[in-house]
């Protein structure tokens, strides 16, 4: 599986839209973008994922580059609880493919009052 | 509550202990999975089990032993644990056939510390 880039750190206020980049320019085309965050001392969570169309739901928007090397995870309205590490990881489904799975040190946002 | 159960949330084991971590899961996946996270270290992938039958074992030191008697239940059994083995230890599960795959669902972790 491809790596991937983050910032190691952001700030956002309260109320803003947090934009997190990521870059996967090794990105292959059966490689699906997830993202994830952690909050303190908890598991993961998963927020979205895409393959190369624009994906939105109730946590998220995930807009994926059209040559697919890079994408942006936007929390429209970043709220103190949205405080986490988030993370871009790239894999293709299916078993098997978890070994090469590259997970990061992502990116730490904090949303400040 | 994710739907991955894991107990306990916190443990502190001599190093002559033997304990074991367990992860349940109600959420119908048929994978489950082991993850190791030290501080300021990335997610380690340690064993993988599909259908209940262990298909990856990514190099994790014998100390450190699984067993999944069932889709739904994995457990970690360690025993002489180093102290560079504290760490979050998570247990995450996932559907890895059908035609929609959302990726894994962790549960909360456990935290280990070794004396």
């Known amino acids: 599986d491809a790596k991937t880039t983050q910032p190691p750190s952001m700030d956002c206020a309260e109320g803003r839209a947090a934009n997190l980049p990521c870059n996967h320019s090794?990105?292959?085309?059966?490689?699906?973008v997830y993202w994830y965050r952690q909050i303190h001392s908890q598991g993961p969570q998963y927020i979205i994922h895409g393959l190369k169309n624009n994906e939105t739901n109730e946590m998220a928007s995930l807009i994926i580059t059209e040559d697919r090397k890079s994408s942006t995870l936007i929390l429209p309205h970043a709220t103190l609880r949205d405080t986490a590490v988030y993370y871009c990881?790239?894999?293709?489904?299916?078993?098997?493919?978890?070994?090469?799975?590259?997970w990061g040190l992502g990116t730490s946002l904090a949303v400040n009052p | 509550e994710t739907g991955v159960t894991q107990t306990p949330r916190h443990l502190v084991m001599g190093m002559t202990n033997k304990k074991s971590l367990k992860c349940e899961q109600h959420l119908g996946h048929n994978a489950m999975y082991w993850y190791k996270q030290s501080a300021k270290k990335p997610l380690e992938l340690m064993f993988v089990y599909n259908f209940k039958e262990q298909t990856e074992n990514n190099s994790v030191p014998s100390r450190f032993s699984p067993e999944c008697p069932n889709s739904s239940h994995l457990f970690l059994h360690l025993h002489t644990l180093q102290p560079e083995d504290s760490a979050l230890y998570l247990c995450a599960s996932s559907q890895t056939t059908g035609p929609k795959n959302y990726g894994y669902t962790f549960g909360s972790g456990t935290r280990l510390t070794v004396v």
């Open positions: 090794t990105i292959s085309g059966n490689e699906y």
């Open positions: 990881i790239v894999r293709a489904l299916g078993a098997g493919n978890n070994r090469k799975l590259i």
